[in-house]
């Protein structure tokens, strides 16, 4: 099991940016896939990015798609989530999610989750 901690979230205004980390402890992240998820209130959580153990595939959902991007770094054992363009609809807070599944883009195939970090966008 992986423990992971997310952090970067708080207030922006609408059009600015935020970088969200994902630091893991207790194991490595290497040969994980992670996942970015995010869940607004009242509604179910939902896809936002993942990549892949080796960062050879990327996936991002297409709300996000061109300013959002994932990467990591094993060597610090951190993913992180690059958000910008920000708007009123990403406010939500943002969970990292790690497996060592093949499939990364669907919330089920995920088992370590942080606490999740708040993202508020204010218009």
């Known amino acids: 099991q992986v423990q992971l901690a997310e952090s970067g979230g708080g207030l922006v205004q609408a059009g600015g940016s935020l970088r969200l980390s994902c630091a893991a402890s207790?194991?490595?992240?290497?040969?994980?896939?992670v996942g970015w998820f995010r869940q607004a209130p009242g509604k179910e959580r939902e896809f936002v990015a993942a990549i892949s153990w080796n960062g050879g595939s990327i996936y991002y959902a297409e709300s996000v798609k061109g300013r959002f991007t994932i990467s990591r770094d094993d060597a610090k054992n951190t993913v992180y989530l690059e958000m910008s363009s920000l708007q009123g609809e990403d406010t939500a807070v943002y969970y990292c999610?790690?497996?060592?599944?093949?499939?990364?883009?669907?919330?089920?195939?995920?088992?370590?989750w942080g606490q999740g970090t708040q993202v508020t966008v204010s218009s």
């Open positions: 999610a790690a497996t060592q599944r093949a499939i990364i883009t669907t919330i089920h195939q995920y088992g370590d």
């Open positions: 207790g194991r490595t992240f290497r040969g994980y896939g």
